[in-house]
């Protein structure tokens, strides 16, 4: 289940610092870690990546994005002599980033991304994008 990401909130809920799409700061560091990790990892290994914040904070957090359907149950691995479960991301960094922007912010952001760029391989794969998706839209 993927949480919709287009619907937005107020910047402060609850006395809680929140992005655009809802995650609180603590909810984003988390997904960061998840994302830039090469595997899923388990509440131990979020700590040795980011040991300012507590394993108990850790699980709570892990707990509800799992609710929230930003992060499922990879698997199961031994932490020291325990049994933990693992976690990784269910949606794309893209995607999640792509949700705190209005359109006109994204196309802004697209726009000067496409100036900037001096990787003709990279602007032909973005081409390739456009491309494809003016077919699907003209089905």
Not at 15 to 22: A, E, H, L, R
Request: charged share 25%.
């Amino acid at each position: 289940m993927k949480k919709d990401l287009f619907k937005t909130n107020n910047n402060d809920i609850g006395g809680k610092q929140m992005i655009p799409n809802g995650l609180t700061r603590r909810e984003s560091q988390i997904m960061t870690i998840l994302w830039n990790s090469e595997r899923p990892l388990s509440a131990a290994e979020v700590v040795a990546i980011a040991p300012e914040l507590s394993k108990n904070t850790i699980q709570i957090v892990l707990k509800k994005l799992l609710t929230l359907g930003y992060v499922e149950v990879a698997g199961f691995t031994y932490s020291k002599n325990a049994l933990t479960r693992t976690f990784k991301p269910i949606i794309e960094q893209s995607e999640y980033l792509i949700g705190t922007l209005s359109e006109k912010t994204a196309l802004d952001v697209t726009k000067a991304y496409i100036s900037k760029s001096e990787s003709l391989e990279e602007l032909e794969e973005i081409a390739q994008h456009v491309q494809a998706r003016l077919n699907e839209l003209k089905k």
